[in-house]
Every structure is written in C-alpha cells, then in structure tokens.
C-alpha cells in the first residue's frame, strides 16, 4: 500500500520560504511521476509542480515560476518543494501526488499540510 506523507508546512511572512518534503512509502517508484498540488479556501485545487522519476523533467504554473523548485531524492523515494518569496495568494493545503506512469492521473495522494502566508 503506498503511502505519501507531506511534511514542512507552516506560517511565514510574505517573502519568506519554506521547504516541503514528500516520502512515498509501499513502492519504489522508478519510472511515473510525483507533483505538488495545492488547494485555497474556495478555489479548485490546481498543480503547482511536478518532476518525472526518471529523468526529472520538471513543470510549474506560472504563478510559482521563479519562486518554487521542486527536486527530487530517488535513492530516498522523496520529493521535496523549495518555496521562495512566499505570497498571501501562495496560502493553502499543499497536497503531494504520485504516479506510476508518465500518461494518466496521479492515484496516490497524500493528506496535506498548511502552507499560510500572512501579509
């Protein structure tokens, strides 16, 4: 059973950073995909990043380019989220994703952590 646990949330100050970490658990994940998603207070949750397993090609939207990095640790089956310049609009539950193939949806997901940025 695979298991994504998120860990690095919390409050900071706009133009403060914080580093998110994923550990996937249950399976190595050599080929697929994991993804950082996030979801505002009535908002849709929307893709904020993501990074390929096996070559570590990488996406961000275009509200965190410049501002966020995601990496990743295969030997650690970790996924980590370097956040930069933190804005209020940056504020919600960051969720981690994976997948086990390039193409179709991400069918792991973790449970969350708080990302709030106060203004």
């Known amino acids: 059973q695979v298991q994504l646990v998120e860990s690095g949330g919390g409050l900071v100050q706009t133009g403060g950073s914080l580093r998110l970490s994923c550990v996937a658990s249950g399976r190595t994940f050599s080929s697929g995909a994991m993804g950082w998603f996030r979801q505002a207070p009535g908002k849709e949750r929307e893709s904020v990043s993501t990074?390929?397993?096996?070559?570590?090609?990488?996406n961000y939207a275009d509200s965190v380019k410049g501002r966020f990095t995601i990496s990743r640790d295969n030997a650690k089956n970790t996924v980590y989220l370097q956040m930069n310049s933190l804005k209020p609009e940056d504020t919600a539950v960051y969720y981690c994703?994976?997948?086990?193939?390039?193409?179709?949806?991400?069918?792991?997901w973790g449970q969350g952590t708080q990302v709030t940025v106060s203004s």
């Open positions: 994703a994976a997948k086990a193939a390039i193409i179709g949806p991400y069918n792991y």
């Open positions: 990074i390929t397993w096996n070559r570590g090609i990488t």
